[in-house]
């Protein structure tokens, strides 16, 4: 199994450039997340999907920051025009069908898309 | 929504020694508690993980527990060893247990 795959691994752009990353989840899950993750803190909830459908996307900042799932499989995260605070690691993360609190369902990270805005 | 607290920030133990990493929840409603170690430039991995119908886990050398009363829960690491150096993570569910909410990190470090 090949996890969930993220791609660039690494993206340096100058501000007000756009910049689009891609995920691949787990084969078969069907909830996706986007995780933003600053330097010494904790991940933090950008957009949830279940399926195509975005359930939760309350953190996204959306005058600058879209995301797709299309066809419930892969996902993109863009951001346009990009700001220096938006500097961090996007991490996806994918889980399968139902609730975490019962179950063996857990959450699965890739390796993220470290982002520098210059 | 769901506020995660965690403490400390950086530990720093002697190879061979006891780490404890604690964490704190908001919401009671909250029922799956993991844990996640991430090492540098590495994605965050699950290391353990316990549900409210147990108060306390084990594997091998980590072990969690679980005080819903108090609503904390800690991360015990026994014999450390140097690759256990790395980010701890906990985190708690939402009401609906379809999200996890972080806590902000604990960096810690085995001196050999």
């Known amino acids: 199994e090949a996890g969930v795959v993220q791609s660039p691994r690494y993206k340096i752009i100058e501000k007000k450039q756009p910049v689009a990353f891609w995920c691949n989840p787990i084969?078969?899950?069907?909830?996706l997340y986007w995780y933003r993750q600053n330097l010494g803190q904790g991940p933090e909830l950008l957009i949830r999907?279940?399926?195509?459908?975005?359930?939760?996307d309350s953190q996204l900042p959306k005058d600058r920051f879209s995301a797709e799932r299309l066809k419930g499989v892969d996902s993109t995260l863009k951001i346009q025009p990009a700001e220096l605070g938006d500097s961090a690691v996007y991490l996806c993360?994918?889980?399968?069908?139902?609730?975490?609190?019962?179950?063996?369902?857990?959450?699965?990270f890739g390796a993220g898309s470290r982002l520098t805005v210059l | 929504g769901e506020n995660v607290e965690q403490h400390p920030s950086t530990l720093s133990v002697q190879e061979g020694d006891s780490a404890v990493i604690k964490c704190t929840y908001s919401?009671?409603?909250?029922?799956?508690f993991p844990w996640y170690k991430q090492e540098l430039g590495k994605r965050p991995q699950l290391i353990i993980d316990?549900?409210?119908?147990?108060g306390e886990k084990k594997d091998q050398r980590i072990a969690v527990t679980l005080n819903k009363t108090a609503k904390h829960f800690s991360l015990h690491i026994t014999e450390t060893q140097p690759e256990d150096s790395a980010v701890y993570f906990c985190?708690?569910?939402?009401?609906?247990?379809?999200?996890?909410?972080f806590g902000g990190g604990t960096r810690l470090m085995v001196k050999p």
């Open positions: 993360a994918s889980s399968g069908r139902g609730s975490f609190n019962s179950g063996a369902n857990v959450l699965t």
């Open positions: 084969s078969g899950h069907n909830t």
């Open positions: 999907y279940e399926n195509e459908e975005a359930v939760d």
């Open positions: 316990i549900r409210s119908n147990v």
């Open positions: 919401d009671s409603a909250s029922n799956y």
């Open positions: 985190a708690a569910t939402n009401n609906a247990g379809n999200m996890l909410t």
